[in-house]
């Protein structure tokens, strides 16, 4: 799904008559750190479009080299068609035939087809040696007239579903099982898996997903240690009641792309322990060689915990997940899993956030639409506040330390979130089952909406703040390279319904443990303030952000240094949120001016 976000930030005079316009008695507050002043339109540029924009043949990365002070990724993987050939024998594999059994005699370069409408049992790709000029391409045996384009979405559809109910409509004027179906049969068996080593594979139009069984599955396709992979127009899902865990599994591989494919029903009920996790897309917790080189561009992920995320890295891992797009998806949780709504399920399905990275580096988030947070869920990790986006690097306590596990040099640029209860939260706190990671730094999150925060029926919504930065207390002080620096935030804009509790729980260590986070940038955007506007998590006075009065000013001041918060609008309020800015030298409005186009 691709959405030009256009940016909203006119001049203050511009802006206030707007708000004047609409009836609105606001607060607004400026804490002006810096001679900038907002004088012109921004207009967000769209996201730029196309599975291989970033990307030239001969996996050349053309993302640049860096966005402001986070790094980009330094290697790609084109996954054109045109650059996948399948140039030897076609083989199809009928009803009741062993996928398995026509791979192991498969040559590099051949098809296998799979036919279309027919159910096939779980298989496992072999290690072959292909190359870039031959690819073993495994598909439904339709037509390709049958299929959606390349570059297209693919949907239920095609598997002959006309719609899945509290999901957004697909356009299906016919429903013709044209897919081939693969499904899990057991627990621990996944649909679809790889050898170590094998490699050069695309697959195309499979249906994945598991039985009706009421056993809980731990993965349907798992890469594992396999290298250059495309799923390409899949439908990769679970069922509506049952525990599948990750639709994906990408550890220990590299150069995987995920495109143009739908996945559906992740998901677990925290009520049926040990289940505190699920996820879409899943990877970060086992490599002990680089992994990375990721294309997740222009496909629908669903899961109630996270819809894809990174980490924890378990015991044995040395190293994060690197240069990885992800790039035009859909991010979405049925409201119908939340409880409260109208038509809730009653199945108590965790839920957490749509992107999770904790354990990652060189990672770039763009142009997605983010749908559907809530709050509540509560389990040894604490009650969950539900952030569309979070960054917050840890490691499996049981692998503590491990040097190379970080989230670092992360950009968030040009996406579109709404009905949430949280926009994006970057922390850092250890837990009793979580440890600090080694690296915490350069974000660059910028041209992004987050609307609707604080929805009607949102679940524990009026207890969540919409931002939150925090990273440790003097009781549980993060080793040096995981304390939060290097964060810019710029020309974001956050819209909510009704009144939030609150627009920012922020902290950290105090200047006797230093040190402390550093070089936090926050400019040119809009936040609602809330009732409270500011606050902190606890901690007492081991917490940077407890201050006995002017507050945020001295929050600020108490635990970020340096840094900047400047040319932003604070909506609503009142007086005392920000009586500190009473009298202050410099004003938020320079004179009013007009210019073409306001």
């Known amino acids: 799904m691709t959405k030009q976000i256009t940016r909203h930030l006119p001049t203050c005079a511009r802006l206030l008559d707007v708000l004047l316009i609409a009836g609105l008695v606001v607060y607004v507050a400026v804490l002006a750190a810096s001679s900038k002043k907002v004088t012109t339109n921004h207009v967000t540029p769209a996201a730029p479009l196309g599975e291989n924009m970033y990307c030239t043949p001969g996996d050349i990365p053309t993302f640049g080299t860096n966005d402001g002070l986070a790094l980009l990724p330094e290697t790609c993987y084109y996954t054109d068609l045109s650059a996948t050939p399948s140039p030897g024998n076609v083989t199809l594999v009928a009803v009741g035939q062993s996928v398995s059994n026509i791979l192991s005699k498969a040559k590099c370069g051949d098809t296998v087809e799979l036919a279309a409408g027919s159910s096939f049992a779980p298989f496992r790709a072999p290690a072959k040696n292909g190359d870039a000029s031959h690819y ?14 390349e570059g297209t979405r693919i949907t239920p559809c095609y598997a002959g579903v006309l719609s899945l109910e509290g999901r957004p409509a697909y356009p299906c004027p016919t429903a013709t099982n044209v897919m081939a179906k693969v499904t899990g049969e057991t627990a621990n068996t996944s649909a679809i898996s790889f050898v170590s080593g094998a490699n050069y594979y695309r697959f195309i139009g499979l249906e994945v997903t598991r039985d009706n069984n009421g ?21 990769i899902h679970g069922t509506a009641t049952d525990t599948t865990l990750r639709g994906i599994s990408l ?78 998806n859909y991010f979405y949780k049925p409201t119908f899993w939340m409880p409260g709504d109208p038509n809730y399920n009653g199945l108590s399905f965790i839920v957490r956030d749509h992107v999770e990275l904790k354990n990652g580096t060189r990672i770039l988030i763009e142009g997605n639409a983010l749908q ?46 709404s009905h949430l209860s949280q926009a994006f939260a970057l922390t850092s706190p250890a ?50 390279n995981d304390v939060l620096q290097n964060v810019t935030v710029d020309h974001i804009t956050e819209v909510a319904s009704g009144v939030p509790i609150g627009m920012l729980s922020l902290g950290g260590t105090t200047a006797a443990f230093p ?62 949120t920000f009586k500190n800015l009473a009298g202050h030298p410099r004003p938020f409005c320079h004179p009013p001016r007009r210019k073409s186009g306001l």
Request: charged share 10%; glycine share 10%; with cysteine.
């Open 136 to 149: 073993i391409t495994v598909r439904t045996s339709a037509l390709d007239a049958d299929m959606p384009l």
């Open 215 to 235: 056993s809980s599955v731990s993965k349907l396709i798992n890469t594992n240690g396999a290298n250059h992979i495309i799923l390409d127009r899949m439908w």
């Open 251 to 328: 550890d220990t591989s590299s150069y995987i792309a995920i495109v143009d494919s739908y996945f559906n029903d992740f998901h677990c009920q925290s009520t049926v322990p040990p289940c505190v996790d699920n996820r879409a897309i899943g990877a970060g917790s086992s490599a002990t060689s680089q992994e990375g080189t990721w294309k997740i561009v222009n496909n629908y992920l669903e899961a109630s915990a996270e819809d894809l995320a990174f980490g924890i890295p378990a015991a044995a891992s040395t190293t994060a997940p690197t240069d990885v797009e992800i790039r035009h």
């Open 372 to 417: 559907n947070t809530w709050g509540g869920f509560g389990a040894g990790y604490g009650v969950q506040q539900g952030p569309s986006i979070l960054l917050s690097p840890r490691v499996n306590a049981a692998g503590f330390p491990c040097p190379l596990c970080v989230v670092t040099n992360i950009t968030i640029r040009y996406n579109a979130a």
């Open 431 to 480: 837990n009793t089952i979580e440890k600090f990671g080694s690296g915490n730094n350069n974000f660059s999150i910028h041209d992004d909406v987050f609307d609707d925060l604080n929805y009607p029926g949102c679940y524990q919504c009026s207890k969540i703040f919409t931002n939150a930065l925090f990273g440790g207390t003097n009781n549980s002080v993060p080793p040096p």
């Open 515 to 576: 040190p402390q986070e550093s070089n936090i940038t926050i400019t040119n955007s809009i936040f609602n303030a809330g009732t409270s506007g500011f606050t902190n998590p606890g901690g007492g006075t081991a917490n940077c952000a407890v201050v006995s009065s002017g507050a945020p000013l001295a929050m600020f001041d108490n635990c970020w240094s340096p840094y900047l918060f400047a040319d932003n609008v604070v909506v609503g309020g009142n007086a005392l």
